[in-house]
Structure formats: structure tokens, C-alpha cells
């Protein structure tokens, strides 16, 4: 038989174990620090944060200085705010992200954030810095406004960039004025800025969009729209984007020894070089299926296979014209590089042409006829 006191040790021991597991609490985990590590920012080891504000953040660094700083939860930072952290490597995971909030009555610019990171950054969670948009005021309104709010500015540096997630910053759309003479449009918020800059950007899986907000309805059109602040890439080496998407209405730099595009990418004006010149190659278009002297049925199911690429600014998208049919899909709807188009049946016996354009609107034309009914 075991004695008291021996009886009695083996429950705080087991208290003591029971202490240290992840209890029922909803998942919620401790921002934490260890500082472990050596050389450079990396002196101040890994940090996890759960989520939280700025303030939260700080807390572990008040310098915002970090080793390797990983978020497994949403970073919110304050509205109208101006942030830089640095760290040797970031990691956002899928659960993690960046986001601000605002109450009833603020409206303000998103705040802005810059990431200066000596090694890699991996992003997977979402960065949401939108302007808030206005809403419809009457003259007698008070705590909100019509005017749509600007998007956040958003820098990120280091030596490799992955970027998987949504990155908003567009301007927040304007609202109407109303009062008894009438009603006017109120202006749009100005787009965030976006500037990347590392040896090597992965946009694989980004939906970007940063454009300027739309001025709001009146009784002949609509008010102004906000400005259109720049993007900048550069890749010193290897830009890959396959698939993904960046929709933007205003500059767009764009610099990379080489590129792997699949995807939209639209801007008002563009200045791109690759390998220190400009893109003038038109896009590659083959089509795979069907092949010229082929059996066409017309009471058949079809189907067709397109392979497109672009060795400059990417694929944009792909016009299918024929057999009754004329659709256009865009290049991230390919799976490696061949667009698939199933067709329930053929509505005549004519060719098939395919138009590939790029992301600088050039277009290659290719085409199938010969087909036996």
C-alpha cells in the first residue's frame, strides 16, 4: 500500500503536469518571447504573437525590434497610424494577419505599415488597410461623414518575399450630401501606396487591390474619385506570380531580372523592365485541343485545350471564339499553364481562334480549321 505522503506527491506532480498542457480555452495562447537567440536583430530571438494591439505588440518589444517575429493571430493597429517593425525573418500565418478597426465616429485614413526584414517574410493571412467609406449625410446628420477615407500605405523590404493572402488598401468609396437644394457626390478616398522590394518576390496566391475610391452618386453623375497612389516591385532577381492578381489604377513600377507570371495585373500607367529592358515579346498561344484535321461532332460533348505563357508582364487573359461559342477567362483560371474548356456540345462547324493577351494588352492569335464534321 502506497503511504500518505508518497500518495499525496504523486497528485501535485500530477497537478503540476496538468498545469503546463493547453487546457479547454478556446485556443487561446500567451504572446511570448524567447530570446535565445544571436547576431544581429536575431539577438532577440523568436516571437510568437497570438493577436492583439500594437500595444501588444510592444509590449514584447517597445522598440518593435524583433528576431524572428511570428503572428498566429491578427495584429490591429491604431486608426490614422504611421508603423514600422523590423525583424530578421516574419512569418503571418493563415490565422494571422493585419487589420485595423475604427468606432461610429472616426473617420480617418488607414494607418500605414512598414516591414523592414533582414532575411525572409512569408505572408499567408490577410493585411486589410482600406480607407472607410463615406455614407449618405443630410444636412441635419452628425457622427458620420460622406467622404470616403484614404487606404493605408504598405512597405515591405527583405531578402525573399512570399506573399499568399488578400492585401487590400483601396480608398473607401465617397457618399452622398443631401439637403433640401439637392444633392451632391462626395469625394473617394485616395488609394494606399504599396512598395516591395526584396531579391526574390513569390505573389503565388495574392489578390491585391489598390485602387483609388469611387466619388459618391448625385443627381448627374458622381462626385470626384480619389488619387491614385503607386505600386513599386522589384525583384533584383526572380519575380513569380502564378497564379494571382493585383488590380491597381495608378503607376505601376515594376522591376525583375526574370519573370513567372500567370494572372491580371492592371494599373494606369506602367514602367516595367525585365533584365534591364522593356517587354515587347507578345505572348505564346498553342492550342492543344482539338488538333487541325480533327473529328468534330456536333451533337457531342467538346472539349478544348489552351496553353498560353509570357515570358515579360505575363498572361492576362484568354479569349475562346468559336463553334458557336466566344467567352473570355482569365489566365489564374489555367492549371499549369493550359486552359481546359468544356464545351456541352459545338453550335457550328467553324474554326477555332484563340486570343492570348499579356498584362501589356499585347495579343498573339492562334487558330484551328480543317476540321472534319
Known amino acids: 500500500m502506497k503511504s500518505p505522503i508518497r500518495i499525496a506527491?504523486?497528485?501535485?506532480?500530477?497537478?503540476?503536469?496538468?498545469?503546463?498542457?493547453?487546457?479547454?480555452?478556446?485556443?487561446?495562447?500567451?504572446?511570448?518571447?524567447?530570446?535565445?537567440?544571436?547576431?544581429?536583430?536575431?539577438?532577440?530571438?523568436?516571437?510568437?504573437?497570438?493577436?492583439?494591439?500594437?500595444d501588444d505588440l510592444k509590449a514584447l518589444s517597445p522598440t518593435l525590434e524583433f528576431g524572428d517575429l511570428i503572428l498566429e493571430g491578427q495584429l490591429v493597429l491604431p486608426i490614422s497610424s504611421a508603423t514600422t517593425i523590423k525583424a530578421n525573418n516574419l512569418s503571418i500565418s493563415a490565422a494571422g494577419g493585419v487589420?485595423?478597426?475604427?468606432?461610429?465616429?472616426?473617420?480617418?485614413?488607414?494607418?500605414?505599415?512598414?516591414?523592414?526584414?533582414?532575411?525572409?517574410?512569408?505572408?499567408?493571412?490577410?493585411?486589410?488597410?482600406?480607407?472607410?467609406?463615406?455614407?449618405?449625410?443630410?444636412?441635419?446628420?452628425?457622427?458620420?461623414?460622406?467622404?470616403?477615407?484614404?487606404?493605408?500605405?504598405?512597405?515591405?523590404?527583405?531578402?525573399?518575399?512570399?506573399?499568399?493572402?488578400?492585401?487590400?488598401?483601396?480608398?473607401?468609396?465617397?457618399g452622398t450630401y443631401r439637403d433640401s437644394y439637392g444633392s451632391s457626390g462626395c469625394s473617394g478616398g485616395n488609394s494606399g501606396a504599396a512598395e516591395f522590394s526584396a531579391d526574390?518576390?513569390?505573389?503565388?496566391?495574392?489578390?491585391?487591390?489598390?485602387?483609388?475610391?469611387?466619388?459618391?452618386?448625385?443627381?448627374?453623375?458622381?462626385?470626384?474619385?480619389?488619387?491614385?497612389?503607386?505600386?513599386?516591385?522589384?525583384?533584383?532577381?526572380?519575380?513569380?506570380?502564378?497564379?494571382?492578381?493585383?488590380?491597381?489604377?495608378?503607376?505601376?513600377?515594376?522591376?525583375?531580372?526574370?519573370?513567372?507570371?500567370?494572372?491580371?495585373?492592371?494599373?494606369?500607367?506602367l514602367d516595367a523592365l525585365i533584365n534591364g529592358s522593356t517587354d515587347q515579346s507578345p505572348p505564346q498561344a498553342v492550342i492543344l485541343k482539338p488538333l487541325t484535321?480533327?473529328?468534330?461532332?456536333?451533337?457531342?460533348?467538346?472539349q478544348i485545350e489552351i496553353q498560353a505563357s509570357d515570358a515579360g508582364m505575363g498572361v492576362r487573359d484568354i479569349n475562346v471564339k468559336g463553334f458557336g461559342y466566344d467567352a473570355t477567362y482569365l489566365a489564374s483560371d489555367m492549371q499549369a499553364g493550359v486552359l481546359t474548356v468544356a464545351l456541352p456540345a459545338p453550335q457550328s462547324d467553324t474554326g477555332l481562334t484563340v486570343t492570348v493577351r499579356d498584362n501589356q494588352l499585347q495579343s498573339t492569335v492562334a487558330s484551328v480549321n480543317s476540321l472534319v464534321v
Open 9 to 54: 506527491i504523486l497528485l501535485l506532480i500530477n497537478v503540476f503536469l496538468l498545469s503546463g498542457c493547453v487546457t479547454g480555452d478556446g485556443g487561446k495562447h500567451d504572446n511570448k518571447q524567447d530570446t535565445n537567440g544571436s547576431g544581429g536583430t536575431s539577438n532577440l530571438g523568436q516571437t510568437t504573437f497570438y493577436g492583439g494591439t500594437l
Open 99 to 174: 487589420k485595423y478597426t475604427y468606432t461610429t465616429c472616426q473617420y480617418a485614413g488607414a494607418p500605414d505599415l512598414t516591414l523592414v526584414v533582414t532575411e525572409d517574410v512569408s505572408i499567408k493571412g490577410e493585411i486589410l488597410l482600406t480607407g472607410r467609406s463615406g455614407t449618405s449625410v443630410t444636412s441635419g446628420a452628425s457622427c458620420n461623414s460622406c467622404y470616403g477615407q484614404e487606404g493605408g500605405n504598405l512597405s515591405i523590404s527583405a531578402r525573399n518575399i512570399a506573399f499568399g493572402a488578400r492585401f487590400l488598401n483601396y480608398g473607401g468609396s465617397g
Open 293 to 302: 484535321g480533327a473529328t468534330v461532332a456536333l451533337d457531342q460533348p467538346m
Open 200 to 269: 526574390n518576390i513569390d505573389f503565388s496566391g495574392l489578390d491585391a487591390q489598390t485602387h483609388a475610391g469611387r466619388g459618391g452618386a448625385e443627381g448627374f453623375g458622381y462626385g470626384p474619385s480619389g488619387q491614385k497612389r503607386h505600386v513599386s516591385m522589384t525583384a533584383n532577381n526572380a519575380f513569380k506570380m502564378n497564379p494571382g492578381s493585383i488590380q491597381s489604377d495608378g503607376t505601376l513600377t515594376f522591376r525583375a531580372l526574370q519573370t513567372d507570371i500567370i494572372g491580371p495585373i492592371t494599373y494606369g500607367t
